[in-house]
């Protein structure tokens, strides 16, 4: 992956966008993935010998495409760590929903469940793990029964949009794990993160849209990249 796509980059952090269908980290499909392409990206840059150190401080689902930071050294990653365990690391996604019918806005409250197939479901207080979004309607295509949300995480847990959603009767369009079984890509998107910077910490926010292609092209409301 030649045409890795860099928001911005210094000493102590890198901030990329991430392609739909690119791992966040390697697995056992060994599969490329984006701590990969990084690393390999700065190994070159800076004509690094051995070993480089990139931090993976958050993740995105490997169909999942949108901005990513990546800590280049241990303390940067350290201080990103506390930024999400305290709720200060902010992360905004764009998301096609099934269903008209949704509210205009609201807020998600739900336990959630891992489960050993690597997918999530809600269950009661006592067992599952807290987790909450909010989410506003941008725009709906009455036509094709779809809504484009704007939603913004206060938890991170594991498949949680995606689980959420479903579970309140707007699954994801394209999602073949929670939702309809086709081939669409899922409509989902990071396009923001914000967080203060790890040594200046000056509040740094990065924002890129999804590109206007396959589903996101039916929303006229979806914003371009283009200055």
Request: hydrophobic letters at 35%.
């Amino acid at each position: 992956m030649n045409n890795l796509e860099i928001l911005y980059e210094d000493n102590h952090i890198i901030v990329v966008v991430k392609p739909s269908n690119i791992l966040s980290q390697g697995d056992i499909t060994g599969d490329n993935d984006m701590l990969s392409i990084v690393k390999e990206y700065i190994k070159e840059k800076y004509d690094k010998k051995g070993n480089v150190y990139l931090g993976l401080v958050h993740r995105l689902d490997r169909p999942v495409s949108g901005v990513m930071v990546f800590a280049k050294s241990s303390k940067a990653a350290s201080r990103l760590s506390d930024q999400i365990r305290t709720h200060t690391f902010k992360k905004k996604y764009l998301a096609v929903v099934n269903g008209t019918d949704i509210e205009d806005s609201g807020e998600y409250v739900d336990y959630l469940v891992k489960e050993n197939n690597y997918s999530s479901r809600v269950v009661d207080k006592k067992n599952g793990k807290y987790c909450k979004l909010m989410y506003t309607v941008v725009e709906r295509n009455n036509e094709l029964n779809l809504a484009l949300v704007d939603i913004e995480l206060e938890t991170g847990r594991h498949h949680q949009i995606r689980v959420q959603f479903a579970y309140h009767g707007h699954s994801l369009y394209g999602d073949q794990r929670y939702g309809k079984k086709d081939l669409n890509q899922i409509a989902l998107h990071a396009y923001s993160l914000s967080f203060l910077h790890p040594t200046t910490k000056e509040v740094m926010t990065f924002i890129r849209y999804p590109e206007k292609k396959g589903i996101w092209r039916q929303f006229k409301k979806c914003q371009s990249n283009d200055k």
